[in-house]
């Protein structure tokens, strides 16, 4: 063991304690699921369907000040990456952050509630498992008739999802925030929580927004759970996952599911003595006022446009032949959202589900090019092992622009994928381009999603005239302007 380098590691951590003036440090995990999904690493692994750069750029920011680590997968862990806003000194903070005003987009009024006080639910054990399930008429929460009482006798493979009570064909509109309310209590103190959950209530089980655990009293309590549905569907599920432990008996009731109004924008701003952060946690693009004096700071790696179209989009568009919608998932059961089976191989679409066609079939992709620019275009298609061999070994990706001649290169999706792959490098690209791809040979094949990155870099060290664009789920750090003295690197 090397005495040494503990022993100046302690003398840093203490240095770094000090001049948080005894305020508690934050450590930010960034990492990549072993599927090759990027991720914000907290309790435990959370999917975002963001690009690498985008997810540092937010979390760095988010954390104010910290430790951070920098993993590849959830097994392999201690490299030493570094990111352009690392580098880059902020001095001290000059206030507070504080909320920037900017215009909340229009919604639909919160949709009615569903009233579920009245319906019993259906109970599943899993296999091996055992237990009760009964509508109690006595023991019930304040104001009710009745509620539902589930007696767990036996579990074979304590999980959470071994005891469901689930109550199925709700209507969920994509966007609406909801508040899951309800009363429970259990028998005796139990370990840990239970898991409230929404998703599809049938293949491929897709989650509609909620995923969070819960700690019962052993006494009649009220909770409630406020989440967003990404989808709309009216086969939706309602699950709460009970199989904490067994012997114990947990009763639910009171239960009512309501629309509420959206979050105002969360958009913050944080000034700094050599600089100033903004961070956008809305769902869409804001254009921040700054006022005079700010410049962005220099860096060479993240593209200053980075995003990624989906098939399951108004981008998306077929043109000719039968395109029909599939899912590719293996190695991950969105029936049981909170564990990762063990049974490689693993391969995945991105986002919902993929669209597929035969020989001959054409679709586009609109590449929603913001400005004139060199990019770089990858693809994604899942790396399904068993599958592949019957996927088209060719098919032709066009791009095709108004006014300009057209790009044509080739894919191979019998091999790779899952990953996204490079196919297109310096693409002059402009407003109205669209990726044409076209099934010309024998095989199946997949149109799944598109990852648009610009030559042009975020961090260019350009002044900044007054205003920035911020993206959804992203933040940039900006310079001062003349700042000298500490701010010098």
């Known amino acids: 063991m090397d005495t040494g380098l503990i022993s100046s590691w302690k003398k840093w951590v203490n240095r770094a304690t000090f001049r948080q003036q005894h305020s508690i440090l934050r450590v930010l995990n960034i990492s990549t699921c072993a599927s090759g999904s990027y991720v914000l690493e907290c309790h435990y692994c959370l999917t975002l369907t963001l690009p690498l750069l985008i997810m540092s750029r937010f979390g760095f920011t988010l954390v104010r000040d910290g430790f951070f680590t920098h993993e590849l997968g959830d097994s392999w ?71 539902n ?14 005891v469901d009570l689930q109550h199925d064909g709700i209507t969920l509109t994509a966007a609406q925030r909801y508040t899951l309310t309800f009363w429970a209590k259990s028998s005796v103190v139990i370990p840990g929580p239970i898991e409230l959950n929404t998703r ?30 990404p989808l709309t569907s009216n086969e939706s599920r309602v699950s709460f996952y009970l199989g904490v432990q067994q012997n114990v008996t947990i009763w639910i009731g009171s239960v009512i599911l309501a629309g509420v109004p959206p979050l105002p924008p969360r958009v913050l701003r944080r000034d700094y003595d050599c600089g100033v952060v903004i961070w956008n946690a809305d769902k869409v693009k804001h254009t921040i006022s700054l006022g005079p004096g700010f410049q962005r700071i220099p860096g060479t790696q993240a593209p200053l446009h980075q995003y990624i179209v989906d098939d399951d989009s108004n981008a998306f568009a077929p043109i000719s032949g039968n395109w029909t919608k599939q899912t590719f998932e293996h190695g991950y059961s969105m029936s049981s959202p909170q564990m990762e089976s063990d049974f490689p191989p693993y391969w995945h679409h991105f986002e919902v589900g993929a669209h597929t066609a035969r ?39 066009h791009f095709s622009c108004p006014g300009a001649s057209r ?21 002059q690209l402009s407003s109205g381009c669209v990726l044409l791809l076209e099934c010309v040979d024998t095989g199946l094949c997949i149109a799944d999603a598109v990852l648009i990155e610009s030559k042009s870099r975020y961090n260019d060290n350009a002044q900044v005239v007054q205003s920035v664009d911020v993206t959804s789920m992203d933040s940039i750090v900006l310079s001062r302007i003349g700042a000298g003295g500490s701010c010098l690197n």
């Open 200 to 229: 599809l209530d049938h293949d491929p089980w897709s989650g509609l927004g909620l995923n969070m655990p819960q700690r019962l009293s052993t006494k009649w309590a009220q909770y409630n759970a406020t989440f967003t549905s």
């Open 149 to 162: 009482k589930i007696t767990i006798t036996l579990l074979n493979n304590p999980s959470n999802d071994h």
């Open 407 to 427: 790009n044509t290169t080739s894919v191979n999706l019998q091999v790779r994928g899952d990953e996204w792959e490079l196919v297109a490098t310096d693409v």
């Open 77 to 147: 862990h201690g490299q030493d990456w570094r990111y352009d806003e690392e580098d880059f000194v902020l001095g001290l903070p000059k206030d507070i952050a504080h909320v920037v005003p900017v215009p909340s987009p229009p919604s639909p009024p919160p949709s009615p509630a569903v009233d579920l006080r009245s319906e019993a639910g259906h109970v599943w054990f899993g296999p091996g498992d055992s237990g009760v399930a009964t509508i109690d008429t006595v023991d019930v929460p304040p104001g009710a008739l009745s509620a």
């Open 359 to 397: 020989q001959g079939a054409q679709a586009q992709f609109d590449l929603q090019i913001p400005q004139s620019d060199l990019y770089n275009i990858s693809l994604w298609w899942p790396a399904a092992s068993s599958l592949q061999p019957q996927w088209s070994p060719t098919m032709n990706v």
